[in-house]
């Protein structure tokens, strides 16, 4: 646990810096809100030590099998960054801010056709929603969606490439899925098979899911996410964080199913060992 210790405070360090980001870039946050990430990136980083400084498992997946848990990371910063930049430029313009903007604004407009979920969140705006509040909308959009298509390339990449969950054949179940009963069932390639291909579904669906809850909610409670810029960069942010990481969820437990079958098949092969998904139940 003692060696687990530094590791842990520092990717609380990096949590801390993630979560103020956004309010750090933007010109014009409340002091009270200010404050109040503050506290949140602190129960957040005492949650995270907590987490990767035990040797026993918790509530994060995959936590010893990286770069998943990294690519997550990574993606969710680099979303709330550029996002933030791109707000930014309606109260302090800079050539970095305007060069964000311009793009998210091009990336937008290229995803906006009918049924994608970009139309979807275009047509759900309030009524009285200026220019500049819609295309800044449409570029945070566009600035999402590409961070999230370019974390689930690089892990396809790097699994590819590194032999992903493990190149031994060795992966601890426990520790890295600890929601995940392996016993349960009868076979546990089709059950990773099967949760995998949900986790895959339900992120081609939430994009277009999310919207109308969140539009529901917000109406309930009198709130919108133009009211604040930092509002409108978590919300954007987090609307195409939680299906990419589903994503990733998804292959992540399709590629360990895979390994898991390799293994069988190996063991068939060289030791004549009867497959477990065929024997009687």
């Known amino acids: 646990m003692i060696s687990q210790l530094p590791g842990a405070c520092i990717r609380a360090l990096l949590m801390v810096v993630m979560i103020l980001t956004p309010s750090l870039v933007l010109p014009d946050v409340n002091s009270q809100i ?5 506290l949140i990136s602190l129960f957040a980083a005492v949650f995270i030590i907590v987490e990767y400084g035990s040797i026993y498992p918790g509530l994060i997946e995959f936590r010893s099998a990286p770069p998943f848990n990294r690519v997550r990371f990574l993606t969710l910063f680099s979303t709330l960054l550029l996002i933030a930049l791109a707000c930014a430029n309606r109260h302090d313009s800079s050539l970095l801010s305007r060069l964000v903007l311009a793009v998210g604004v091009l990336l937008g407009q290229s995803m906006d056709f009918p049924l994608s979920p970009i139309r979807l969140l275009m047509w759900l705006l309030p009524d009285g929603t200026t220019l500049s509040q819609a295309q800044t909308v449409r570029a945070a959009a566009g600035i999402a969606y590409l961070t999230s298509l370019v974390g689930l390339t690089v892990f396809a990449i790097l699994i590819r490439v590194r032999g992903w969950p493990s190149p031994t054949g060795s992966f601890n179940v426990w520790i890295n899925l600890p929601t995940f009963d392996p016993t349960a069932g009868r076979d546990v390639v089709k059950r990773l098979n099967r949760d995998g291909a949900v986790n895959i579904l339900l992120g081609l669906l939430l994009p277009y899911l999310t919207p109308p809850v969140a539009v529901y909610i917000a109406n309930s409670h009198g709130v919108s996410m133009l009211q604040s810029d930092l509002m409108l960069v978590w919300t954007m942010s987090l609307w195409a964080f939680f299906p990419t990481s589903l994503f990733l969820r998804g292959i992540a437990m399709r590629r ?19 497959d477990p998904a065929f024997l009687p139940a």
């Open 34 to 38: 200010s404050d109040a990430f503050v």
């Open 256 to 274: 360990l199913a895979l390994m898991i079958s390799q293994k069988r098949r190996r063991l068939v092969s060289e030791q004549g060992v009867p």
